[in-house]
């Protein structure tokens, strides 16, 4: 989901036929270049949900371990049974 | 600019920069380090505080100087101080009660990493009290939520997987859709600092051009925020976390977590959309029925619970219904009751917690309410802890939850439409609010069994337990200057 919100925030900020304000051969017309703070956001944004996936990713093999299923009803199963 | 403009910076960096220095240190060391921080933290808010109090004025701190629109903002006011203080000590006082639980659940090697957790999630409450920009409230909010994760699944055992898996799947889904409000927030104003935002969002309203979008948007940001609170419908995950991770956690996630987000969406609805907005428009009527069933529906699955602690956790649900019921009464005073139950619930429900388990230690660890016959007689100071706290939060005079309850009370009569079903549906809760808290104290005074069991003086326990009581009542007599800062806070929010 978090995926379809940075497409959403890139093609919000992106121009055709402008590029990254970064200075090439001395143009410096606002005209030229796209916002960058959209794109900066997505960066950001990305770093934050790697970082969520791969905690996610890492709670799914320690409950793997436990458990050695995935499937989530036996997971749920199981953890009932531990607490009776 | 004077000394204490700076502290709410310094204090957010120092909590982060404690976090990054505790993987090098042993747990010991980690533990030690985190609670200098806590002190230091609090007695940081209280200087912002009284400082904010004394010139009557909010104060904004330019973060590497740049000027608006362009640069970062922190915003002090004496809201942002008072919550700021509330959570440094509320969080300094869980981790000191539920230290001795934290020595046997968590791994001895992964010590060091729970306080990691301990201090980012401080830094993130602070953020999300103080910052004055949209997007630095997003990243810290998604700070957030990863440290509470980790704060559940440190205790390693099947239940507090599950948990924290739930906890973060909820999650993901209400930061995306704040993330997706912020995109479109940005889109139609081409601000992310709040004060700039505010104006660009007035100058559209006065226009009358892009009102369904901006509407989308207010939409969005309150679904959002509501799904990670734990408003009614988006509760799930809270029994379960709250239930099953170590008691810290468990005080630190329902006393606090759920309520940075609220303030977070208080300071949007005030700073970016404008109250008088918010106020006229149909979010609050939505709000107020979400509430309302909260309210009901959280009281009667607790009553259902034959587990203290997941008890206590559907009681939270009760609450949150009750802070939303009063920002859907949609005026000031709502607001103001709203707020001030924000902190008498971040008083009483660690308070519970730790109660309920100084009580579940005398008890062979049982949480089941038929082993914990006599309990109070057994622990007599967590006995006397949890009758306090259930008892504020029954709404009882001279405890801090009569005040909010008369603060909502007072703010529902003043709206004739919405007063009937507010009033009806606060006596309903209360009453049955009573059902199950007075059914557990008189559980936990009946006498049967051993009622003399030799143990091992608890410290933690015996520092927080009485702290949070004095605490509790304290503002429960002395209620009017609290209300009068929360009013002057609002009042120079917007």
């Avoid at chain 2, 957010?12 to 240190?25: E, N, R, V, Y």
């Avoid at chain 2, 060391?29 to 002190?39: C, D």
């Avoid at chain 2, 101080?81 to 001895?108: C, K």
Wanted: charged share 10%.
């Amino acid at each position: 989901m978090d995926t379809a919100v940075y497409l959403f925030l890139a093609a919000e900020g992106f121009i055709t036929g402008r590029t990254a304000p970064i200075v090439i051969n001395g143009v410096q017309k606002v005209s030229e270049y796209i916002n960058p703070i959209p794109s900066g956001l997505v960066l950001t944004g990305i770093v934050v949900s790697v970082s969520s996936s791969a905690l996610l990713l890492s709670l799914t093999i320690c409950l793997y371990r436990r458990y050695q299923t995935l499937d989530f009803d036996r997971i749920t199963m199981a953890v009932k049974k531990e607490w009776m | 600019m004077d000394l204490a403009c700076n502290l709410p910076a310094i204090s957010i960096f120092l909590c982060m920069g404690c976090a990054i220095a505790s993987p090098a240190l042993s747990g010991k060391n980690a533990k030690r380090l985190s609670i200098i921080l806590l002190i230091t933290v609090s007695a940081m808010s209280l200087a912002v505080l009284s400082y904010t109090l004394g010139t009557g004025e909010s104060f904004v701190f330019l973060m590497g100087r740049f000027p608006a629109p362009w640069g970062n903002e922190i915003r002090g006011g004496i809201l942002e101080g008072l919550l700021a203080s509330l959570f440094s000590v509320i969080m300094l006082l869980s981790l000191t009660g539920g230290m001795s639980h934290i020595d046997v659940e968590v791994d001895p090697k992964k010590l060091n990493l729970y306080f990691i957790m301990i201090d980012l999630m401080m830094a993130s409450l602070l953020a999300l009290v103080y910052t004055n920009d949209l997007f630095t409230a997003y990243v810290f909010v998604e700070i957030n939520t990863i440290a509470a994760a980790g704060l559940i699944m440190i205790r390693q055992i099947g239940r507090t997987y599950v948990a924290s898996i739930r906890y973060l799947i909820m999650s993901q889904l209400g930061s995306g859709l704040f993330l997706l409000s912020l995109a479109m927030l940005y889109s139609l104003t081409g601000q992310l600092l709040m004060q700039p935002a505010r104006d660009a969002v007035e100058c559209l309203f006065a226009a009358g051009s892009y009102s369904e979008p901006l509407i989308v948007t207010i939409a969005l940001t309150t679904v959002g925020l509501a799904i990670k609170s734990g408003l009614y419908p988006f509760h799930s995950w809270m029994p379960d976390t709250y239930g099953y991770s170590t008691i810290a956690s468990s005080s630190i996630l329902s006393g606090l977590v759920s309520k940075g987000y609220i303030v977070l969406l208080i300071k949007i609805y005030y700073r970016v959309i404008g109250s008088d907005i918010i106020m006229s428009g149909k979010i609050s009527n939505i709000l107020f029925v979400f509430g309302l069933t909260g309210m009901v529906m959280g009281s009667v699955s607790a009553i259902r619970e034959t587990d203290v602690k997941r008890m206590i956790a559907f009681s939270s649900v009760a609450q949150i219904g009750y802070v939303y019921m009063g920002l859907g009464l949609g005026t000031e005073y709502g607001v103001i009751a709203s707020i001030f139950h924000i902190m008498t619930h971040a008083i009483s429900k660690p308070l519970l917690f730790l109660a309920a388990t100084g009580l579940s230690d005398v008890s062979g660890n049982s949480k089941r309410f038929d082993q914990l016959r006599g309990a109070g007689y057994r622990n007599p100071l967590a006995g006397a802890g949890f009758t306090i706290g259930a008892l504020s939060m029954v709404g009882l005079p001279l405890f801090a939850g009569f005040i909010s309850k008369l603060l909502f009370a007072e703010a529902a009569v003043r709206d004739p439409s919405k007063a009937l079903p507010a009033l009806i549906v606060l006596a309903l809760s209360t009453i049955l609010n009573a059902v199950y808290f007075l059914h557990t104290v008189i559980t936990i005074y009946t006498p049967t069994g051993e009622l003399h069991v030799k143990q091992k003086l608890n410290i933690g326990l015996a520092i927080a337990v009485p702290v949070f009581c004095i605490i509790n009542i304290g503002l429960g007599l002395f209620s009017q200057p609290v209300v009068n800062a929360i009013q002057a806070g609002l009042r120079i929010f917007d």
